[in-house]
């Protein structure tokens, strides 16, 4: 055989081994299917699903097409099945350290914590330099009380991402975990109180303030608090959550976009929702929440009465209602009484909703009824104690009156309590000046001069009022 041939010969056998191997990626291996309750899918769902099936079927030994559907099921809730696709990509690939770690993340959704652990572990075998598999890792240590190996957990995640708002709640636990109260408030900085996961960090501070023996300040955080275990982000699973589909999904996005700022992009998700199931209240109030942060108060006014007559006990409806009302020019005084009885139906029901409180006093008060809305900025307060806005609206109500006397009264309850409230000066100010006791005024601004910072505009512009009082002829001092 010539040279020719044989080179000719090897061709065609790398070129058959080649086409041997694809076809065993096509047509090796399970089958997958479809989950039980496909018929119960969301119709989104059910075709995009339906392509990720098509794609493992056609490359059944590939170990990245079983995660890629194995993902997509995780992101839409179908955990039986995503647990299958994962050990089947893991089974193809055993040492895919994505496929290990987000199998891990089903197990725990599904309960199966203890062996949710094991399987981040051998996430963290497979890629050491992953730094979300550590903190959870150390995270589920923790919820099993296996302090020690949390501890290793955690040293891992700190070397790899020491800023990372989770690993510094593992810390947190740890330290509760081995009672260690003040360690643990001391961890717990202004920005793990004030950032995405605050409610979480002040279910933990709760918990070191009762057992630092401080059951006042504990019940206080409490109030701020949520315990349900927060969202941390990470490649792995932003991967997962970009893979959501269905309305569901649409309007979960549509709420994230809402949160910042996005309203343009909300709106769109949010009228694809609505083109299919036009009787969706939750996304009629969300896009009636987005045309009132644009500005426009009318497109709100009617998308919130269309979700209260979706939905006659919607809060979010009434509220909406509301605000968007009051936004409206001109305010019209028949449909701010409507929107005033759904606010007051509200308040009966639920009586603790401090929101519904808020907005039936804002309403009450663009109709002149002072003592109504008086008593609803009252209940507000209560409910919010430390809320000074709601105290200073009470006061400029009563100021707008002309009850001088309850104005004057309730901010200088504000200047005791909150001396760092400006505004609680001004108004003081502002109420002698017109209650005609100037000398008082006088007084007041030349008090209003002395503190930092304060907005000179605004003092001068009271001085002029003040000149101007003084200056009328038979102004007499009251």
């Known amino acids: 055989m010539s040279v020719r041939r044989w080179v000719v010969a090897g061709l065609l056998l790398v070129a058959g081994l080649a086409a041997l191997v694809l076809g065993l990626e096509r047509v090796g291996g399970p089958l997958p299917s479809r989950p039980a309750d496909f018929e119960a899918l969301d119709p989104l769902v059910q075709e995009r699903l339906e392509e990720e099936l098509a794609a493992v079927r056609e490359h059944r030994r590939s170990p990245a097409a079983w995660r ?33 770690h987000r199998l891990a993340c089903v197990l725990e959704r599904t309960g199966d914590l203890e062996r949710a652990a094991q399987t981040m572990a051998r996430a963290t075998e497979a890629e050491p330099y992953y730094p979300a598999s550590w903190w959870w890792l150390a995270w589920w240590r923790l919820d099993l009380g ?20 989770a690993v510094r709640l593992v810390a947190v636990r740890l330290a509760l975990a081995r009672r260690s109260p003040a360690e643990a408030a001391a961890l717990l900085d202004a920005e793990l109180l004030a950032g995405p996961s605050a409610p979480y960090a002040h279910h933990l501070l709760a918990q070191a303030l009762r057992q630092q023996g401080d059951l006042d300040g504990a019940e206080r955080a409490a109030a701020r608090a949520d315990g349900r275990r927060p969202v941390f982000a990470d490649r792995w699973s932003a991967e997962v959550q970009a893979l959501e589909t269905g309305y569901a999904a649409l309007r979960l996005r549509a709420g994230r976009d809402l949160l910042a700022r996005r309203f343009a992009e909300a709106e769109e998700k949010l009228r694809a929702i609505l083109a299919h199931d036009p009787a969706d209240a939750r996304s009629w109030n969300m896009l009636a929440t987005c045309r009132l942060e644009l500005g426009d108060a009318a497109g709100a006014v009617e998308h919130a009465e269309r979700v209260l007559a979706l939905d006659p006990a919607s809060r979010e409806g009434a509220i909406n209602l509301g605000r968007a009302l009051l936004r409206s020019s001109p305010r019209e005084p028949a449909r701010l009484a409507e929107a005033l009885d759904h606010a007051q139906a ?26 109504e809305a008086l008593a609803a900025l009252d209940a507000a307060a209560a409910l919010e104690p430390e809320a000074t806005d709601l105290r ?87």
Do not use: I
């Open 346 to 371: 509200l308040v009966v029901a639920r009586p603790e909703d401090a929101g519904a409180w808020r907005v039936r006093a804002s309403l009450a008060e663009a109709l002149g009824r002072t003592d």
């Open 392 to 478: 200073l609206q009470a006061a400029f109500v009563e100021l707008k009156a002309s009850r001088f006397e309850p104005a004057l009264k309730r901010l200088q309850a504000l200047q005791t309590t909150h001396p760092e409230l400006d505004e609680a000066w001004f108004g003081a100010a502002l109420t002698l000046l017109q209650a005609g006791r100037l000398e008082e005024a006088r007084a007041a601004l030349e008090t209003l001069e002395t503190r930092e910072g304060v907005d000179a505009a605004r003092v001068a512009q009271l001085r002029a009022a003040l000149a101007q009082a003084q200056a009328a002829p038979g102004q007499a001092e009251r």
């Open 68 to 100: 890629r559907l194995a993902a997509f099921e995780e992101a839409n809730g179908l955990f039986g099945a995503a647990e299958r696709a994962y050990e089947q990509a893991l089974v193809l690939g055993p040492g895919d350290a994505q496929a290990l």
């Open 146 to 165: 296996e302090l020690e190996a949390a501890e290793a957990a955690l040293a891992h995640a700190r070397a790899l991402a020491p800023e990372a708002p």
